[in-house]
């Protein structure tokens, strides 16, 4: 039996991978989204320095931001509104009927997940490179895909609790609400300074802003936070939403299953 996890989980992979690319809104917004918000930012005089006196470009700058945003936002989503949308379907009915394990279920999720944001960080990367001149070295771009997915265990953890937690009509409005707000109070659209004081004070603490300075780090940004201590609120991030995801599933299951 073990012998077959292997197997199972690749179907199960597959089957969520082709799931997920049917749903035209999903790969949009995965794919195209980031490119369109890059076009209004990013391609403003993109040769240019982000701030006074710095070295790093606009394009640069506006790229790496929204490789965080992206990846933060197809986890969220992907799990928010995905698995609120299979509760409302009563999928999870089924899943416990079928002799499919749990972890084979969840994990093929997160590598499904995984794969998206790799693919729409590419999209993201290759167009930035010929329309913004956005030039790093092949190290920068493989440790700036690699700090971001590492990172994305507290978003992906966020997007289980969310799913769990709202139905399957509330679930858009809900991730929307809470990760539009922590995404512009992290200075992912516009830079911190730019902020009201109360934001601004608030922003270093919101878990995007150091999974963004994750991604600044690589260009060479001078950020608040070493490196080693933005993953390790990340970490802290990341156990306090799987608690959050554990209450909410348990909620769930004693409500249908007792």
Request: net charge positive; aromatic share 16%.
């Amino acid at each position: 039996m073990t012998a077959s996890y292997p197997r199972m989980l690749w179907m199960q992979f597959l089957a969520e991978f082709r799931k997920f690319w049917r749903v035209p809104a999903f790969a949009f917004f995965s794919l195209a989204l980031p490119l369109i918000i890059f076009i209004f930012f990013g391609l403003r005089d993109p040769t240019s320095p982000y701030a006074p006196g710095a070295i790093v470009t606009t394009g640069a700058y506006v790229m790496a931001s929204m490789a965080a945003y992206t990846v933060g936002n197809v986890m969220v989503f992907s799990f928010g509104i995905g698995v609120a949308v299979e509760r409302g379907q009563k999928q999870d009915l089924l899943l416990r009927a079928s002799p499919l394990p749990p972890a084979i279920y969840l994990l093929a999720k997160v590598l499904n997940a995984l794969v998206f944001s790799l693919l729409a960080m590419t999209v993201l990367f290759v167009f930035a490179h010929f329309a913004a001149s956005v030039n790093l070295s092949a190290t920068a771009w493989v440790s700036l895909a690699g700090r971001l997915l590492l990172g994305s265990l507290a978003f992906i953890m966020l997007g289980f609790g969310l799913g769990y937690l709202a139905g399957p009509n509330s679930a858009p409005a809900v991730v929307n609400v809470i990760y539009l707000p922590i995404a512009f109070g992290s200075g992912i659209f516009i830079p911190t300074q730019f902020l009201p004081d109360f934001i601004r004070w608030l922003s270093p603490y919101l878990p995007l802003s150091p999974f963004a300075q994750l991604a600044w780090s690589v260009l060479g940004i001078k950020t608040d936070r070493s490196v080693e201590s933005n993953f390790a609120l990340l970490g802290v991030y990341t156990i306090a939403f799987f608690l959050l995801a554990l209450w909410a599933y348990r909620r769930d299951t004693s409500i249908k299953f007792t």
